[in-house]
């Protein structure tokens, strides 16, 4: 008796019936043995079992993703309260520019200014000649320019 009983409660278990219809299955059950064991897994129609069967996957599902989403959430709320320290970036201190200002040169202000200059360029494996002198007095300004090509 207790056998066929607890093969019945697994088949509850699976089909999940209404507490009505279980209440008749275990009378059934009880008055007539493993007969009604049978007759009762047979009123558990086809579609009944696969719409619970499917039901009752659809729940486990959900929990699982509800569970796996609360622990996601957990393992998220637990690593950023973890502080990792980091390198500190400093900032370049700031440096002011100095402030331009206009100074008086102590430079005397020559009144004739006087200056001579001069060059000279002669260079046989070419056949170039240059030249140039250049004097200064004061205004005046007097030079010469020369410039030999070889052709």
């Known amino acids: 008796m207790s056998k066929t009983y607890e093969l ?3 088949c509850y278990v699976i089909s999940e019936t209404s507490k009505t219809s ?3 299955l275990k009378t059934l059950i009880r008055e007539n ?3 009604a064991q049978r007759t009762a897994h047979q009123q ?3 579609t009944h079992f696969i719409r619970t069967f499917l039901s009752e996957s659809i729940y ?3 929990s699982r993703c509800c569970f796996l989403l609360c622990f996601i959430g957990l393992v998220s ?12 970036v400093l900032a370049a201190p700031a440096v002011a520019a100095p402030i331009a200002v206009a100074r008086l040169s102590d430079a005397t202000y020559d009144v004739n200014p006087q200056y001579s200059f001069g060059y000279d360029v002669q260079d046989s494996l070419t056949g170039d000649s240059k030249a ?3 004097t200064r007095n004061g205004d005046f300004v007097q030079g010469q320019y020369s410039l030999t090509e070889p052709d």
Not at 77 to 88: D, E, G, K, Y
């Open 8 to 10: 019945f409660v697994s």
């Open 22 to 24: 279980y209440q008749q």
């Open 33 to 35: 043995g493993f007969r």
């Open 44 to 46: 558990l129609t086809e």
């Open 60 to 62: 486990l599902y959900a």
């Open 77 to 88: 709320l637990v690593q950023s309260a973890v502080i990792v320290p980091s390198a500190r």
């Open 132 to 134: 140039q002198i250049e």
